[in-house]
């Protein structure tokens, strides 16, 4: 079984950030969009002189229903590889962010009745999607899972439109396993490796053992 990609959000520190970074994360999330883990772009361009990305590893930013130019002067700061949309951008955002950025787009959509035909709507547009769980009032980190059993379908559908689908919302060491069985091919952890709001490294060691069982951690 092909081991699925690993993703860590909302990095809040360089401390946090550099764990991930010598756990060799092949994405690391930092949320721009204003939430309780929103960091400058200043800071994350500091962290990258601090501690350089491996080769196989990319930045990601997060951010929800921003301006397009606020997004292009972030990602050009911070250097990031991969924008996530994650609010309710529409198709023409996502077109301008591709043609004036070398970055990839993701996008974001929550759990719910209407998902795969959202993700028809961005064919040929986005290079992933992530799903995560619906929480009202929140975007995300909210620390909720949805119903796994949907996974096979999202899956399914995003590869359709010859993409990777990412899996969010909730993920843990205690559960991660379960996930696991329905074969994401992405798989996005932000709360389930904190303690005290704080990345903790044992949780995301526990998490990486799991996902990755027969890569060494370096």
Not at 109 to 116: A, E, L
Request: hydrophobic share 35%.
């Amino acid at each position: 079984m092909k081991q699925p990609m690993l993703k860590y959000c909302g990095h809040r520190s360089f401390d946090d950030y550099k764990r991930s970074v010598e756990l060799g994360i092949e994405f690391i999330g930092i949320i721009f969009a204003n939430s309780k883990r929103q960091v400058t772009a200043e800071a994350v361009a500091n962290w990258q002189q601090n501690k350089p990305l491996r080769d196989t590893q990319k930045l990601v930013g997060v951010f929800v229903d921003e301006q397009v130019d606020y997004v292009i002067d972030i990602a050009n700061v911070a250097k990031l590889d991969i924008i996530q949309c994650h609010g309710k951008e529409n198709i023409v955002t996502l077109e301008k962010l591709k043609s004036q950025l070398s970055c990839s787009v993701w996008k974001t959509i929550h759990h719910g009745p209407d998902v795969c035909n959202e993700m028809k709507r961005y064919e040929g547009i986005v290079d992933a999607f992530l799903i995560d769980t619906s929480v009202k009032g929140m975007v995300g980190g909210t620390g909720v899972t949805f119903d796994w059993q949907y996974v096979p379908t999202y899956q399914n559908q995003a590869h359709e439109l010859g993409v990777p689908c990412f899996i969010a919302g909730g993920v843990r060491p205690e559960n991660v396993e379960q996930l696991l069985a329905y074969q994401p091919d992405g798989i996005d952890v932000s709360s389930g490796i904190e303690t005290n709001e704080e990345k903790d490294e044992e949780k995301m060691i526990e998490v990486k053992e799991k996902v990755k069982s027969d890569d060494s951690l370096s």
